[in-house]
């Protein structure tokens, strides 16, 4: 569908309509009572979601970020799937899958009482999709916007045979500064240090990074916090459907070293991923579906204190 026919089938008067967005790639703009936000359909990706009267986007997007064919725009929340990380069987396939470099479909738009509105966007097998991975399937994604955003990825099996996924919603957090922000609800957990060779080490307290980051968090609970001390704000995650959690955050070499990010990009995000990754693996067997969700809200009094 062209532009045209996306706002005829698909667009609601006061709240969601369809532009062309940066590279060209259709957007969905999304505004209502409760809060605004920006999906892109290429990667099917939430770029900017912010609730009224909050004065900083939830979401970072990178200055710098790629919005060409085939490349991974770097911010908001990019889908990884079927595959968390490198290609698990080395055969030089993408990292993090196949899905955030592809245009999905809009499956449905409305209203919802109360006042949010609900977006669904969708993506299935194809030849070229089966030459990658070969297995059939369709993927959901829910996107609900009101006083908070919620997600919910549904992966279901079309085949006749069981497929395993790992996978995330990659989200990248919008911070005032990283020396002054931690994650939090992690504590007495375990963790896969990818800087450090994949060793398994205890979370003793809060998080706090000083350093570069990439970590598997194990076990996880239902809830964490990112406390971002600069902007006085805590931003509350609630997540069903995964064991593990990934914090990661580049810090200055890797930032310099990115086409797609500023040299001090790293200041001013921090992801915390809702992830079935490393030992977390998902099977979904045929003709059944497997839901990952989140929500993400944001709290301007610490409710920590």
Same mark, same amino acid.
């Given at each position: 569908?062209?532009?045209?026919?996306?706002?005829?089938?698909?667009?609601?008067?006061?709240?969601?309509?369809?532009?062309?967005?940066?590279?060209?790639?259709?957007?969905? *703009?999304?505004?209502?009572?409760?809060?605004?936000?920006?999906?892109?359909?290429?990667?099917?990706?939430?770029?900017?979601?912010?609730?009224?009267?909050?004065?900083?986007?939830?979401?970072?997007?990178? *200055?710098?970020?790629?919005?060409?064919?085939?490349?991974?725009?770097?911010?908001?929340?990019?889908?990884?799937?079927?595959?968390?990380?490198?290609?698990? *069987?080395?055969?030089?396939?993408?990292?993090?899958?196949?899905?955030?470099?592809?245009?999905?479909?809009?499956?449905?738009?409305?209203?919802?009482?109360?006042?949010?509105?609900?977006?669904?966007?969708?993506?299935?097998?194809?030849?070229?999709?089966? *030459?990658?991975?070969?297995?059939?399937?369709?993927?959901?994604?829910?996107?609900?916007?009101?006083?908070?955003?919620?997600?919910?990825?549904?992966?279901?099996?079309?085949?006749?045979?069981?497929?395993?996924?790992?996978?995330?919603?990659?989200?990248?957090?919008?911070?005032?500064?990283?020396?002054?922000?931690?994650?939090?609800?992690?504590?007495?957990?375990?963790?896969?240090?990818?800087?450090?060779?994949?060793?398994?080490?205890?979370?003793?307290?809060?998080?706090?990074?000083?350093?570069?980051?990439?970590?598997?968090?194990?076990?996880?609970?239902?809830?964490?916090?990112?406390?971002?001390?600069?902007?006085?704000?805590?931003?509350?995650?609630?997540?069903?459907?995964?064991?593990?959690?990934?914090?990661?955050?580049?810090?200055?070499?890797?930032?310099?070293?990115?086409?797609?990010?500023?040299?001090?990009?790293?200041?001013?995000?921090?992801?915390?991923?809702?992830?079935?990754?490393?030992?977390?693996?998902?099977?979904?067997?045929?003709?059944?579906?497997?839901?990952?969700?989140?929500?993400?809200?944001?709290?301007?009094?610490?409710?920590?204190?």
């Amino acid at each position: 569908m062209d532009l045209a026919q996306l706002n005829q089938a698909y667009g609601l008067d006061g709240q969601i309509s369809f532009g062309a967005g940066k590279g060209g790639f259709p957007d969905i *703009e999304v505004t209502n009572d409760q809060a605004t936000a920006l999906i892109s359909l290429y990667g099917g990706q939430v770029l900017s979601f912010q609730p009224c009267g909050v004065a900083a986007d939830l979401l970072f997007v990178s *200055e710098t970020a790629y919005y060409q064919p085939g490349k991974a725009i770097k911010g908001g929340v990019p889908v990884c799937w079927p595959w968390f990380g490198p290609d698990p *069987e080395g055969k030089g396939r993408p990292s993090h899958g196949f899905v955030r470099n592809r245009l999905w479909q809009v499956q449905s738009t409305q209203g919802l009482p109360g006042g949010a509105t609900q977006v669904v966007l969708g993506l299935s097998d194809t030849d070229e999709t089966r *030459e990658l991975w070969p297995h059939a399937f369709e993927l959901a994604l829910e996107i609900t916007v009101g006083r908070t955003l919620q997600l919910m990825l549904s992966s279901r099996n079309v085949g006749d045979r069981p497929f395993d996924i790992t996978q995330a919603l990659h989200t990248y957090f919008t911070v005032g500064d990283i020396a002054q922000t931690t994650v939090q609800g992690l504590d007495g957990t375990t963790y896969i240090d990818k800087v450090d060779g994949q060793k398994v080490k205890p979370q003793s307290g809060p998080i706090a990074i000083a350093g570069e980051v990439d970590r598997i968090y194990q076990g996880v609970p239902s809830e964490l916090m990112i406390v971002d001390g600069a902007s006085d704000r805590q931003i509350r995650i609630t997540s069903t459907g995964n064991q593990t959690a990934v914090v990661w955050n580049p810090w200055v070499e890797i930032s310099k070293q990115s086409g797609d990010l500023t040299d001090d990009a790293y200041q001013q995000f921090v992801c915390v991923e809702t992830t079935n990754a490393a030992d977390d693996v998902v099977t979904v067997a045929p003709q059944s579906e497997y839901r990952l969700a989140v929500t993400y809200d944001i709290l301007m009094a610490d409710p920590l204190t």
